[in-house]
């Protein structure tokens, strides 16, 4: 950043220094200051269809998805093979629920470059959004292909697989990405789910605590915590589990549902009561 800021500093119109500090302070999370750069880039040079690019994965970044739409849509008319920017655009329009024009877009992107594998994988997902599994699984599989140490690939194989009850097979694409990534906390938070489904509780409290001990900000994997321990009967263990995954996101409806049916389960009826109606 300082060095860039040094570049600027000597000279003012230098616009590839404000999109790769724009793009650098976007990666830190910082996209709202990188947004400021990033539109001066385009003022500075117009026609340089990375800064409209770098711009769109900025606005992104704080969900100004229409704005980040057109920035791509600019990116694509400078650039128009701009592979990349055709996947980025997919992802806006997924967030925005547009599964259909999003796997356009992917697929646009990999008709321009076929060995992309992380649009395999973005259209795997839209098409497990659109519960269109074999389709997704095969996507996936492409993806896997094309890079086989997508860790990400494999644990969404794996969500699409447990989608269909193929529990054994999801389990075993979960333990693929953490063999892969031994940090992944999402992929062990899955595989606690899907153990629950298979009826081992123990081992699926394992994989959550794991989950936990790597990324104690992700609400899903104090949710599987506690269905394990509400399948093993520990309510107060269960309803402890769920509050915490409240705490993370107060919105979690399954977590709301399932802490006032282990409190109602352990007499506690009027705290469950009150945790339905919420």
Same mark, same amino acid.
């Given at each position: 950043?300082?060095?860039? %800021?040094?570049?600027?500093?000597?000279?003012?119109?230098?616009?590839? *220094?404000?999109?790769?500090?724009?793009?650098?302070?976007?990666?830190?999370?910082?996209?709202?200051?990188?947004?400021?750069?990033? %539109?001066?880039?385009?003022?500075?040079?117009?026609?340089?269809?990375?800064?409209?690019?770098?711009?769109?994965?900025?606005?992104?970044?704080?969900?100004?998805?229409?704005?980040?739409?057109?920035?791509? %849509?600019?990116?694509?008319?400078?650039?128009?093979?701009? =592979?990349?920017?055709?996947?980025?655009?997919?992802?806006?329009?997924?967030?925005?629920?547009?599964?259909?024009?999003?796997?356009? =877009?992917?697929?646009?992107? @990999?008709?321009? %470059?076929?060995?992309?594998?992380?649009?395999? !994988?973005?259209?795997?997902?839209?098409?497990?959004?659109?519960?269109?599994?074999?389709?997704? @699984?095969?996507?996936?599989?492409?993806?896997?292909?094309?890079?086989?140490?997508? *860790?990400?690939?494999? !644990?969404?194989?794996?969500?699409?697989?447990?989608?269909?009850?193929?529990?054994?097979?999801?389990?075993?694409?979960?333990?693929?990405?953490?063999?892969?990534?031994?940090?992944? *906390?999402? *992929?062990?938070?899955?595989?606690?789910? =899907?153990?629950?489904?298979?009826?081992?509780?123990?081992?699926?409290?394992?994989?959550?605590?794991?989950?936990? @001990?790597?990324?104690?900000?992700?609400?899903?994997?104090?949710?599987?915590?506690?269905? =394990?321990?509400?399948?093993?009967?520990?309510?107060?263990?269960?309803?402890?589990?769920?509050?915490?995954?409240?705490?993370? !996101?107060? !919105?979690?409806?399954?977590?709301?549902?399932?802490?006032?049916?282990?409190?109602?389960?352990?007499?506690?009826?009027?705290?469950?009561?009150?945790?339905?109606?919420?």
């Amino acid at each position: 950043i300082t060095a860039f %800021k040094k570049v600027i500093f000597l000279n003012p119109n230098n616009a590839e *220094a404000y999109i790769n500090m724009g793009l650098l302070l976007h990666k830190q999370g910082k996209s709202d200051k990188a947004v400021e750069l990033l %539109k001066k880039a385009v003022l500075l040079q117009p026609d340089n269809a990375i800064a409209y690019n770098n711009l769109g994965l900025s606005l992104q970044g704080i969900t100004k998805l229409d704005e980040a739409i057109e920035a791509y %849509k600019k990116a694509i008319s400078l650039k128009p093979d701009y =592979a990349f920017a055709y996947n980025n655009m997919g992802n806006v329009l997924k967030d925005q629920g547009m599964l259909d024009d999003a796997i356009d =877009a992917y697929k646009k992107s @990999i008709s321009l %470059k076929p060995d992309y594998a992380e649009a395999y !994988n973005n259209i795997g997902f839209a098409l497990n959004h659109k519960e269109i599994f074999d389709k997704s @699984i095969s996507s996936y599989k492409k993806a896997i292909a094309l890079k086989p140490d997508y *860790a990400e690939a494999y !644990n969404n194989m794996g969500n699409a697989l447990n989608h269909q009850d193929k529990l054994e097979e999801a389990i075993n694409a979960y333990k693929i990405a953490i063999s892969i990534n031994p940090k992944y *906390a999402v *992929a062990y938070s899955n595989m606690g789910a =899907a153990l629950i489904d298979l009826g081992d509780l123990n081992q699926a409290i394992q994989m959550c605590n794991k989950a936990i @001990i790597l990324k104690p900000d992700y609400p899903d994997s104090y949710y599987n915590l506690g269905n =394990a321990f509400k399948d093993q009967g520990m309510l107060d263990q269960a309803i402890e589990a769920y509050k915490k995954a409240l705490f993370l !996101n107060p !919105n979690f409806v399954g977590a709301h549902f399932n802490t006032s049916l282990s409190l109602l389960q352990s007499g506690r009826i009027k705290e469950g009561l009150e945790e339905y109606e919420w």
